[in-house]
């Protein structure tokens, strides 16, 4: 598959996560102040997001190993929203409905590039030949 194709499946995928973050955070809003709303949520789309890129995005089979080390796709991703969350609304005054779609829209391509070179990584290193004499 090209990096074209990973790219626009990337891109269904995160519309999706988006879409699954953005109606956990509002539900969990009714109960949470804003930044342990937006905490929960991104854990709880982040492991969804995992099997779907897995599976849609890459074509590679999840493991143990992809699995935890799929969070690092998304450290930038958290310190760059979570950031621009705490900016918009805790400084500049914007409404905590809309602050992390517009934050989340910084982090997108960082996020990509992370996300692909974790699940395209092999699970074992390849063994190296062995010297003779």
Do not use: C
């Not at 890459?58 to 799929?70: A, D, I, N, Q």
């Amino acid at each position: 598959m090209t990096v074209t194709a990973q790219m626009a499946r990337f891109a269904v995928v995160g519309a999706v996560n988006t879409g699954t973050y953005y109606g956990l955070y509002l539900l969990l809003l009714l109960r949470l102040p804003y930044i342990a709303a937006h905490v929960l949520a991104f854990v709880l789309s982040m492991t969804g997001s995992f099997f779907l890129n897995s599976y849609f995005t890459y074509r590679t089979r999840p493991t143990w190993r992809k699995f935890l080390l799929f969070p690092l796709t998304n450290a930038a991703n958290f310190v760059i929203t979570t950031g621009g969350v705490y900016l918009l609304v805790g400084l500049a005054g914007f409404s905590d409905h809309y602050a992390p779609l517009v934050a989340a829209a910084a982090a997108i391509p960082i996020t990509f590039v992370v996300s692909r070179t974790i699940m395209l990584r092999p699970d074992t290193p390849p063994k190296t030949a062995e010297r003779v004499g």
